[in-house]
């Protein structure tokens, strides 16, 4: 049988992003040939480094390259260089210009616990040992797009910023779906966090979520103010299987819910639309204050690749045989400065990448 073609464009960014892409591609090349994969790689222009080449964060051939292609790898923007630029100039306008052009409305982002990297988490083994939780996020609405928004001068003379947070109901129900879908897929219960008792906005969120749940009967749903959400994420996150939450909301949930883990340099999240290429990306930043000098953890750009093989392509095998390859590095007892601990040995970003294609070459059977 001919072997499946995908065309897969590349969005290295600025800092330590070409390094850890280098780490990933080699990875999926790797396990492409494995499992007959044949995949079309083509590279483009994001963020600082298209500033730079380009004059603005998202060129238009960027993103209708993404658009012809079957999912976007993004390792991460940003910089220095690039801070003090209007806010229309800024690398991170070209993020979400990417995630309006793509219509990606749901971010995935999990927060599972290895059992190789407890002792990173900052809170007690019994606390986070076995957390395993999906933070589903809306991406493309609420407060970060909602209209009005700027600042404005008032009769008076003085200066009021706005931001208007608003969903529609079909913008709540449909990441109402993903997020039951997702729930399903794992441990079967779903949490919904608004703050329901100050906001309109979430009263409406709520009530929807309410009335999406008859749809699946067999998905346990609960709902929790977001204050008290924070709280039970860092008391005890074990309670939570899958979350679902606005915006703003799971911006700053997803984030907390991501330190539990300890490093900040193995998460990897997916972001989809209702139909086209998703965006698969880690959630860390650039790290421009390690950039260049081969020091960055590649593994979340290489679990982001896994999510794309996962929820972009389809091909949960290869997925599952890169994600076994991430724990047997991890055994062997490989490890970064971000995740260094005592007894293992420490490594560069291009020497963990070989040791990613040692164990790709020998999986675990
Ligand atoms: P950051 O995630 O880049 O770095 C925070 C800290 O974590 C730094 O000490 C960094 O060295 C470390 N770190 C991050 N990733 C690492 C990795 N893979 N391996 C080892 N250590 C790692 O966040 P920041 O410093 O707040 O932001 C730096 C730049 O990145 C800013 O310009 C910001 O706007 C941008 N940013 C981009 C994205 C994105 O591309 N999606 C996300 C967040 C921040």
């Known amino acids: 049988m001919a072997a499946q073609t995908y065309r897969i464009t590349l969005l290295s960014g600025d800092g330590i992003g070409p390094e850890i892409m280098t780490v990933a591609v080699a990875v999926l090349k790797a396990v492409g040939q494995q499992f007959d994969l044949n995949f079309e790689f083509q590279e483009a222009l994001m963020g600082g480094a298209a500033i730079d080449a380009a004059g603005e964060p998202l060129p238009a051939e960027t993103l ?19 801070d003090a630029l ?29 059992p190789q990297l407890i002792d990173a988490s900052s809170l007690k083994r019994e606390v986070v040992e076995g ?35 608003a969903y529609t109901e079909s913008e709540i129900d449909r990441i109402g779906r993903v997020a039951f879908e997702a729930a399903r897929k794992r441990g079967s219960r779903l949490c919904s966090v608004d703050k329901a008792n100050v906001l309109e906005v979430s009263q409406l969120w709520r009530d929807r979520i309410t009335q999406l749940a008859t749809e699946y009967a067999d998905v346990e749903l609960s709902h929790l103010y977001v204050d008290n959400a924070a709280m039970q994420l860092v008391r005890a996150p074990k309670q939570f299987d899958t ?33 086209g290429p998703g ?38 095998a290869a997925a599952d045989q890169v994600e076994q390859a ?5 055994d062997q007892g490989y490890r970064t400065g971000d995740i260094m601990a005592s007894g293992c040995q420490a490594v560069g970003t291009q020497a963990m990448g070989e040791a990613l294609l040692r164990a790709l070459e020998q999986p675990v059977q």
């Open 131 to 165: 957390v395993d939780i999906m933070v589903v996020r809306e991406l493309t609405g609420g407060v970060y797009f909602g209209q009005p928004k700027g600042i404005f001068t008032t009769e008076t003379g003085e200066k009021r910023g706005v931001n208007t947070m």
């Open 243 to 275: 979350i679902v939450t606005g915006n703003l909301f799971g911006d700053i949930l997803s984030d907390a819910a991501a330190m539990l883990t300890g490093s900040i340099g193995m998460l990897p999240s997916a972001s989809l639309g209702a139909s």
């Open 86 to 114: 209007p806010r229309h100039l800024r690398p991170e306008t070209g993020l979400l210009g990417l995630r309006a052009g793509l219509g990606l409305f749901a971010n995935l982002r999990p927060a599972k616990i290895l």
């Open 326 to 330: 991430v724990l047997t590095v991890l």
């Open 64 to 82: 209708e390259a993404c658009r012809n292609s079957d999912a976007v790898l993004l390792a991460a923007i940003g910089g220095y260089k690039w």
């Open 279 to 316: 965006v698969f990306e880690p959630v860390h930043g650039s790290a421009p204050d390690i950039a260049g000098q081969d020091k960055a953890n590649p593994l979340a750009q290489v679990l982001s690749a896994a999510m794309l093989l996962r929820y972009g392509l389809n091909q949960s």
